[in-house]
């Protein structure tokens, strides 16, 4: 380790924040980003992947879930369960499993993944704000 | 069912994210918006015009 990263890691703080922001942030998409004080951003977010999860819903895309035998199932679900709250709402509240038959099923999947995907990537967003590494 | 207009929409939001996700002046994020959203439309299109003499082969069957 050079001496530069290791000033870099000493200048990181580790607090509360990094631990409730990347977590709000996973359960509802955007909610990390307004817990730290960035309420445009937060809205914004929020709405683009909601707007994603909702076009892939109505389009019948597949909400992954892990299946035996299925290795890339994991991988799909993982992606998917990164929208948080909607995943869970939309999996165990409203049994909600998408239409492979539909004509919109494989556009609906990529929105659900990509939304998903989205998702994750604004926890590890949370995660540099709280520790101080991005602004 | 629009194909070109889910694409569209598609690159719209994926847009919009990174754009907000990565820059923080707002004219670096309308830069950025416009570069990812037109790399993606035109892309798209150019990709498809381009495979356009390819056969689309059998179709998938269902798991």
């Known amino acids: 380790m050079t001496s530069r990263e290791s000033t ?8 509360y924040e990094a631990v409730v922001a990347p977590l709000l942030g996973w359960l509802l998409p955007g909610a990390g980003h307004l817990y730290l004080g960035r309420r445009e951003r937060a809205a914004a977010f ?10 892939g819903t109505q389009l019948d895309g597949n909400l992954y879930r892990i299946e035996p ?16 709250l909607p995943y869970v709402v939309l999996r165990f509240l409203l049994s909600y499993s998408g239409d492979i038959v539909a004509r919109g099923y494989e556009y609906g999947t990529a929105f659900l993944l990509t939304a998903g995907l989205m998702n994750w990537l604004l926890v590890l967003d949370c995660w540099d704000i709280a520790i101080g590494r991005k602004e | 069912m629009s194909h070109v207009l889910l694409m569209t929409l598609y690159a719209f939001l994926v ?4 754009a907000l996700l990565w820059r923080r002046e707002r004219a670096a994020q309308r830069r950025l ?6 790399s993606m439309v ?15 082969g059998p179709p998938t069957p269902l798991p």
Do not use: H, K
């Open chain 1, 46 to 55: 929020f709405l683009i992947v909601l707007a994603a999860v909702v076009v």
């Open chain 2, 42 to 56: 035109v892309g798209g299109i150019v990709l498809a015009w381009l495979m356009y003499p390819f056969p689309p």
């Open chain 2, 15 to 18: 847009s919009c994210f990174f």
């Open chain 1, 69 to 84: 035998n299925r290795p890339l199932t994991v991988l799909g679900t993982f992606a998917c369960a990164g929208m948080g």
């Open chain 1, 8 to 15: 870099e890691d000493e200048r990181l703080e580790w607090s």
């Open chain 2, 33 to 38: 918006f416009i570069q990812l959203f037109l």
